[in-house]
């Protein structure tokens, strides 16, 4: 079980650090008492991921080292990789339903499945257009912004 004091008292600390500053692996299982890359361990980080963002200190996963607070320039591209992420598993799903043995299904299933099915391509295409929007509105902005390089 893990000690919600332990994970209130990680969220002060990461609230308390500099955007860019990196927390260590071992520094973030010593905060929460829990051993590195456990459930437990991973649990804890998911709790106090979200606390943190909800005070404005959202941070990423360095592979193999920590989590680095993310600069406050930075949100835009995260939250768009966020979106595309979802968008993904939007496909898959549509991918599923492209190619489900529909005549194998029985009528009333034939019918369930033509309307989730066209539900879904609704919503896939909103989102491939919405990621389109916000990465022409994220280099717009990065055009427009002196001294920040556009990618």
């Known amino acids: 079980m893990i000690d919600s004091d332990k994970i209130k008292e990680a969220i002060q600390y990461i609230a308390s650090m500099e955007y860019g500053e990196t927390l260590m692996h071992d520094e973030i299982a010593e905060l929460v008492g829990e051993t590195y890359g456990t459930h437990p361990y991973r649990s804890a980080v998911s709790k106090i991921y979200f606390e943190c963002l909800k005070q404005g200190k959202m941070f990423k996963n360095v592979k193999g080292i ?40 029985n009528l009333l299933e034939r019918q369930r499945h033509r309307e989730i099915s066209d539900h879904m391509n609704r919503i896939d295409a909103h989102m491939r257009a919405g990621i389109v929007e916000a990465n022409l509105l994220n280099k717009e902005i990065k055009q427009l912004t002196p001294g920040v390089a556009s990618s």
């Open 66 to 105: 920590g989590y680095r607070l993310v600069m406050p320039d930075d949100y835009a591209i995260c939250a768009i990789g966020k979106i595309m992420k979802g968008s993904s598993q939007i496909k898959r799903g549509v991918d599923i339903m492209t190619y489900a043995p529909v005549d194998k299904m």
